[in-house]
């Protein structure tokens, strides 16, 4: 970045010695010589401008009075304050984009949140993403999201509108802690933009928990705070393609093997199995898991308790969804035998026998089940044996 550049990147002061010559007009007042001969000692001056001062020529016809000595040192002040302010955010820009040069997404620990999120002057902006990825933290969701938050990251390093007015970084939990307490925050992953003034607001938080973490959603985020257009660009994944050609492949096989006996295409209760199957993997959670990642179960590291079951209604844990998986599968069986009991023909009290089996299933799961609603729904008012 040029001199001229950087200088135009930082906010102008005015000088109190320029400021005191307005006229009642509006207009700056000017002094009979010009500014060069200017005599008070600032010595800041604009690339490419002519005169070595930062005031206009108002500065030297009242500096040069002996009755303006105050006012000439509080110009010197506001001048190097102003250099020292423009100095330190030039480096602070030049650090970040040599950083961003290497890796598009910083990692950062408290010295550096603080000095190059937290502390003035800022003219840029900057997304962080709290989080925990070491592995004694079993965190799978984080790993997920911060899978996403290098394609958002990537996506703007690498396009035409890359600028120095928009930075991703990363803080983890075992190297910024200080950061964490600082910001009162106790749950990962979080991502938080900051301003370049002014402290964030609320909408400055994402809300991971109602819109997910995927890049395009991040991106859509991004562009409402900073007005800055991220267009995601994803690398080519052939997982899906090469699964999908294997399944393919395997049917395809199987039927040629079965090519002089294909019956079991007709079999309802084969087809009606395969629907169970799907129909139970879904409404006990699976697809959640896959796109939110939980860990299997969690084990309290103060009395080693293991909790299948997460206490709350917007979670899950995978031994969670395998429960609800069989309840449901045990109460569609109890469901069975009772049509079963009612259409057969056979022996009443072998028909019997199944009315009961089927009858107890329903019953002893269902109630499991309600109880497992009322564990996670908590004031949910009803119960039905099991509480």
């Avoid at 009443?348 to 089940?369: A, D, E, M, N, P």
Wanted: glycine fraction near 8%; hydrophobic fraction near 40%; proline fraction near 4%.
């Amino acid at each position: 970045m040029s001199a001229a550049g950087r200088w135009a990147a930082v906010p102008q002061v005015l000088c109190p010695l320029e400021a005191s010559g307005r006229r009642a007009g509006g207009k700056w007042r000017r002094a009979p010589g010009g500014g060069s001969g200017c005599g008070c000692r600032c010595r800041t001056r604009r690339p490419g401008a002519a005169s070595s001062c930062c005031c206009s020529s108002s500065c030297s016809s009242a500096a040069s009075s002996g009755e303006d000595r105050k006012r000439r040192r509080l110009c010197f002040y506001h001048s190097t304050l102003n250099a020292t302010s423009w100095n330190l955010l030039a480096e602070k820009v030049e650090q970040l984009m040599e950083w961003s040069s290497r890796r598009s997404v910083i990692r950062m620990n408290g010295d550096k949140f603080r000095r190059f999120v937290k502390a003035p002057p800022r003219n840029y902006s900057v997304i962080v993403m709290f989080t925990a990825l070491q592995p004694q933290r079993q965190c799978s969701v984080c790993r997920q999201a911060n899978e996403e938050y290098q394609v958002l990251a990537n996506s703007w390093r690498y396009s035409s509108a890359f600028s120095n007015k928009l930075f991703f970084t990363i803080v983890d939990y075992d190297e910024g802690a200080d950061v964490f307490q600082q910001l009162n925050m106790n749950s990962a992953p979080t991502f938080m933009h900051f301003p370049p003034k002014g402290k964030p607001k609320r909408a400055d938080t994402f809300d991971l928990q109602r819109i997910g973490f995927a890049a395009e959603q991040l991106a859509k985020w991004i562009a409402d705070r900073t007005d800055v257009h991220i267009r995601v660009f994803r690398p080519p994944n052939y997982s899906g393609t090469i699964a999908l050609a294997l399944l393919v492949s395997l049917v395809g096989g199987l039927l040629y093997l079965r090519r002089n006996n294909l019956e079991f295409i007709y079999n309802k209760t084969g087809w009606a199995m395969a629907a169970l199957c799907v129909v139970f993997a879904m409404t006990s959670g699976q697809m959640w898991n896959h796109i939110r990642g939980p860990p299997y179960a969690h084990k309290n590291p103060q009395n080693g308790q293991v909790s299948y079951i997460h206490g709350s209604s917007q979670a899950q844990f995978v031994a969670e969804s395998h429960i609800i998986l069989l309840l449901n599968a045990a109460i569609t069986m109890g469901m069975v035998l009772l049509n079963e009991a009612a259409t057969s023909k056979g022996d009443v009290g072998k028909r019997r026998i199944i009315c009961l089996v089927g009858l107890g299933l329903v019953v002893f799961f269902f109630s499991f089940l309600l109880s497992i609603f009322r564990s996670k729904y908590h004031g949910y008012p009803y119960s039905f044996l099991i509480k």
